[in-house]
Antibody, heavy 124, light 106 residues
């Protein structure tokens, strides 16, 4: 079955960087776009950006431009999200998510597959 | 950026009753609207996409309606497992989410 498994929780100091991984299985990795969404404690969901695992092209939400980098490794079917210059406001659960509805690959659709989430805590 | 506004912030409902949640977009998103359910400590779960199509495995008591800028999620008869937070999301442009509606037990 289609599954996304993320890396474990991280604790970082302000100013540091964090790199979260999302390993995909159960489908053709290069056929479906991958998104990243975050959720601060007690808050709503916030879209961060998208990567095309086929060619590696990316598009980021304006809020994160210059601080986020999304990459992929096709040999391990893994996508990565790196966020730099961390501040306390970046404390959140980070999710990878994809649209796999009906097995149709579209750049824009609802997210029916989610990773389990990775808690990133930024604290001095 | 398309701003999604959900109302109410909290909805108190008794089990077996009907719940109606609203979502408004700051500009038309056509039918490119999804609803998610989220329980504490869990990832969001897709309920509805295309404004009115139930995702795989979603019970028929969940229904969605609307197009353009006004959308509604209806839960016809609330079960104990339905008490959660619900988010709407538009994907007509880069995705944005509403702030959520918490459905709590009355």
């Amino acid at each position: 079955q289609v599954q996304l498994v993320q890396s474990g929780a991280e604790v970082k100091k302000p100013g540091a960087s964090v790199k979260v991984s999302c390993k995909a299985s159960g489908y053709t990795f290069t056929s479906y776009y991958m998104h990243w969404v975050r959720q601060a404690p007690g808050q709503g969901l916030e879209w961060m950006g998208i990567i095309n695992p086929s060619g590696g092209s990316t598009s980021y939400a304006q809020k994160f431009q210059g601080r986020v980098t999304m990459t992929r490794d096709t040999s391990t079917s893994t996508v990565y999200m790196e966020l730099s210059s961390l501040r306390s406001e970046d404390t959140a659960v980070y999710y990878c998510a994809m649209a796999h509805i009906g097995g149709v690959a579209t750049i824009m659709n609802a997210f029916d597959i989610w990773g389990q989430g990775t808690m990133v805590t930024v604290s001095s | 950026e398309i701003v999604m506004t959900q109302s109410p912030a909290t909805l108190s409902v008794s089990p077996g009753e009907r719940a109606t949640l609203s979502c408004r977009a700051s500009q038309s998103v056509s039918s490119n609207l999804a609803w998610y359910q989220q329980k504490p400590g869990q990832a969001p779960r897709l309920l509805i996409y295309g404004a009115s199509t139930r995702a795989t495995g979603i019970p028929a008591r969940f229904s969605g309606s609307g197009s353009g800028t006004e959308f509604t999620l209806t839960i016809s008869s609330l079960q104990s497992e339905d008490f959660a937070v619900y988010y709407c999301q538009q994907y007509n442009n880069w995705p944005t989410f509403g702030q959520g509606t918490k459905v709590e037990i009355k």
